[in-house]
Nanobody, 124 residues
Framework: QVPLVESGGGSVQPGGSLRLSCRAS????????MAWFRRIPGQDDEGVAS???????TYADSVKGRFTISRDNATNTLYLHMNSLKPEDTAMYYC??????????????????WGQGTQVTVSE
């Protein structure tokens, strides 16, 4: 049960870049799996990327080669570097966490703690 707060969303043109941040609190944060999800109204959540305490990362096929997830345990901060953004990336982005190592699949039911989200809009 770790409080999570996202920031860094905004509007950007196609091909542009954004960096999302998620600040977490908790004594055992460095041992948790951290992930980014995105939500579009009327659609299921999509697991964008996850990273475990050892730095092992998993990405959705839709963002491979464009997004990079990273974490800084010294500052309890999770990042999502988003490059070559497309209109299809427009969504509310949420960070999430659960205890232990990440699973091979990024599925919402695995995660117990969620932030309130930050909006990313990619348009001309």
């Amino acid at each position: 049960q770790v409080p999570l707060v996202e920031s860094g969303g905004g509007s950007v043109q196609p091909g542009g870049s954004l960096r999302l941040s998620c600040r977490a609190s908790g004594l055992a944060w460095s041992r948790d799996c951290m992930a980014w999800f995105r939500r579009i109204p009327g659609q299921d959540d999509e697991g964008v990327a996850s990273i475990d305490s050892d730095g092992r990362a998993t990405y959705a096929d839709s963002v491979k080669g464009r997004f990079t997830i990273s974490r800084d345990n010294a500052t309890n901060t999770l990042y999502l570097h988003m490059n070559s953004l497309k209109p299809e990336d427009t969504a509310m982005y949420y960070c999430a966490s659960h205890i232990g190592y990440c699973y091979s699949d990024i599925r919402a039911p695995h995660f117990s703690d969620w932030g309130q989200g930050t909006q990313v809009t990619v348009s001309e």
